[in-house]
Structures are given as structure tokens and as C-alpha cells.
């Protein structure tokens, strides 16, 4: 039985995505080669790495100014290769989960950070606001969805210094104004290709204004002087990326994605706030589209295993919520089906008559 899988990351990816890359292990664009084993430098792969970035560009309607590259190390990396080029003195930083704060530690070992707002008091159950941001910080970060706790910032913010954000769990979901935007960085394995490689946009412009020197695996400047082909770039997860990039201009972009990904969301929340065992963890208003975190209402809490267990047997995978939060966590990137969404909410409501 093909299960409905709900995981966080590495996650779902489409059918088209996983074909094509069953296809190309056997063989390669008519190489005769598997792409485990051709080389990056052959002109089929370079074709495929060049498309790639290409039609990042395309779907997100990235203006002349701004690079894509490919990078290795995770999203996890560039919590520091951001400051790394980018913090000269201080900046600033929205705290709305594990991963922002991680980013937090990483820019404190190059400058002053300062922390605007967070809501770890609250268990990060919702998107600080009306906070300000310092006009003398050398950028502002945050972290579009918070992965972990459900919750998301589906606006591009309107600042006066440079902006970057952290795009892991949400990029290609919505249309973005790239124009705002100094770095989007996103690793791929939420909305993109399996594990292993790490897609940044970059404002050229915005590099070349720190004093200290950068190693150069971790200068932005060495991998868009080389079109992301500076060293051996991860050729498989690329080749996967390109796959999904593919689909996504097939279904029409990134705004049809968005309305999809709307329909798909407002079937499960629904039926959480319907449903008299269920409630959801984050505030209504900051609500993600991409990670829908729920927990048993207090009077059913006993329930909780007994629910993992009778979706798990329905076919869902990956339900369980992250271990800070508890609960649920129903992952819904693009590559989610709205009938896997409906089973979930089938199963939902199956559970609920029995108790
Ligand atoms: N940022 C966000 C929003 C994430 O969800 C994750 C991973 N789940 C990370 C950063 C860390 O990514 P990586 O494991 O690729 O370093």
C-alpha cells in the first residue's frame, strides 16, 4: 500500500520527481552512465545544474542583480555563512524557533546580535510583532516557517536594511518578492530534492562589504564566480532538484502552488478545529501551511499513542510531532496530495467516533 506521508524532512517529493530520478540511476540523459556515477563535469550534468538555477529564477521571478547557487552543508551551514559575509558590526534577528535560534548562536561568534523579539516564552506558539529593527544593523534574518512549531510569516516584510531569511520548509509555496531580499537560503530536502544540497539567492551586491577574510568553501563570491561548480556540487539531489522544478512549472508555478497549498491546509484545520479531540498548537493568525501542528484536546490526552497508532495503521507516516512540541505535526509541502490530506481528515474523523 502507498503510504500518505506526512514527514517533516526529507519528506515527500512528487511521483514525476521520483520516476525520473529511478530513471536516471539506470541511465542517464541516453549516457549509458547512472547519475551516482557521471561525471559533474560532463556536459549532460552541466546542462542539468545550469537548467536548474535557471528555472529557479523562472518560478520565483528572480531580477538581474541576485545569483543562484548550490551549496553543500544544509541549511545549517549557512547559519553561519551568513554572517560570515554579510555582519560586519551587528544584526538583527527575529527568534521564532530551534532554527532561528540556532542561527542566532552561529552570527554571535562575528559581531553583536541583536535579538528584536521572540516568543520562546510561549513555546514559540506564534510570530512575534511589532517589533523594531535597528537602521544600523547590517541585516535583518528570520525564519519564513518554523518547521517545528507550525507557524509562518507567508509576507515578505517591508524593512530599510538588508534581508535574509530562512526559506527551508516553505520556499516554492507562495510567490516572493525576491526584490526585498539580500539572501534566501533553503535546504532541499522540504520543497525541493532529497537531502545533500542547500539552494541559496543572493544579491550580489550585497557581498564584498566585510573586512574579514572568508575561508573559500564559505564565500558566497567563490561559488557564483564558478556557477555553482567550484567543487564537486552533490550531482544527484541536484539532478532530483531539477526534476521538481520541472513538475512545479508544469502545474503552473509557484502561484497556482500557493492556492493549492491553501485548499490543502484549510481541509486539515478544519477539521482540527472541528473535531472535539483535536486542537491546534499555533496561533490562528500565524497558522503555516506547511507544517500543521496538533495535539489531543486536554480531556482526550491519554489518547495520543492510541491515535498514532490507528493512523499508522491507516497508512499515514510521520505524523508524530516534533519531541519539543508533543502531539502532531502533519507536514503539507507541495508535493503533498489533497487526498492524502482527505485521508488524514477521514481518519480524524473515524477516530473520533469511536471515542
Ligand atoms: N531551517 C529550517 C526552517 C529547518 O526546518 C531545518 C531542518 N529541518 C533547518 C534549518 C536545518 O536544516 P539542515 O538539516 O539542512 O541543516
Known amino acids: 500500500m502507498k503510504k500518505h506521508n506526512f514527514s517533516a524532512g526529507p519528506s515527500i517529493l512528487s511521483e514525476y520527481t521520483i520516476k525520473n530520478a529511478a530513471a536516471a540511476v539506470e541511465n542517464f540523459a541516453g549516457t549509458g552512465l547512472s547519475i551516482l556515477e557521471v561525471s559533474h563535469r560532463s556536459k ?12 529557479i529564477k523562472e518560478l520565483l521571478d528572480v531580477p538581474a542583480g541576485y545569483e543562484v547557487v548550490f551549496l553543500g552543508g544544509g541549511a545549517s551551514m549557512q547559519f553561519c555563512m551568513v554572517p560570515f559575509n554579510l555582519l560586519n558590526k551587528k544584526a538583527s534577528y527575529l527568534d521564532t524557533g530551534t ?3 540556532n542561527a542566532i548562536k552561529e552570527a554571535k561568534l562575528f559581531g553583536e546580535v541583536d535579538v528584536v523579539a521572540s516568543s520562546k516564552e510561549a513555546n514559540y506558539t506564534y510570530i512575534p510583532k511589532g517589533y523594531t529593527v535597528a537602521e544600523d544593523s547590517d541585516y535583518f534574518h528570520f525564519t519564513s516557517n518554523n518547521t517545528i512549531y507550525g507557524t509562518e510569516m507567508r ?8 534581508l535574509v531569511s530562512d526559506m527551508s520548509s516553505d520556499i516554492f509555496s507562495r510567490p516572493i518578492d ?4 539580500d539572501v534566501i537560503y533553503a535546504g532541499a530536502q522540504k520543497n525541493l530534492a532529497p537531502a545533500g544540497v542547500t539552494l541559496a539567492i543572493v544579491r550580489t551586491e550585497a ?9 573559500t568553501m564559505l564565500n558566497y563570491n567563490t561559488h557564483i564566480k564558478k556557477d555553482s561548480m567550484f567543487n564537486t556540487p552533490p550531482v544527484f539531489p541536484i539532478f532530483a532538484a531539477l526534476q521538481t522544478l520541472k513538475w512545479y512549472k508544469e502545474l503552473g508555478g509557484v502561484a ?4 493549492m497549498n491553501l485548499e490543502k491546509a484549510a481541509i486539515l484545520y478544519d477539521e482540527i478545529d472541528r473535531n472535539r479531540l483535536f486542537k491546534g498548537t499555533a496561533a490562528v493568525e500565524d497558522r503555516s501551511i506547511m507544517n500543521v501542528c496538533f495535539v489531543m484536546n486536554d480531556e482526550y490526552k491519554e489518547l495520543e499513542d492510541e491515535f498514532n497508532k490507528f493512523a499508522s495503521a491507516a497508512g499515514m507516516v510521520g505524523i508524530k ?3 519539543s512540541v508533543g502531539g502532531f505535526r502533519a507536514s503539507l509541502y507541495n508535493a503533498m496530495p489533497k487526498s492524502s490530506v482527505e485521508a488524514l481528515v477521514a481518519t480524524m474523523k473515524e477516530f473520533e467516533k469511536l471515542h
Open 207 to 215: 557581498l564584498g562589504h566585510v573586512d574579514r577574510a572568508i575561508p
Open 321 to 323: 510531532g516534533h519531541r
Open 44 to 55: 549532460e550534468f552541466v546542462a542539468v545544474n545550469d537548467e536548474a538555477r535557471a528555472l
Open 178 to 181: 525576491i526584490s526585498k531580499y
Open 256 to 259: 497556482v502552488i500557493e492556492k
Open 99 to 101: 532554527w532561528a535560534s
Open 155 to 162: 509576507y515578505d516584510p517591508d524593512l530599510n536594511v538588508r
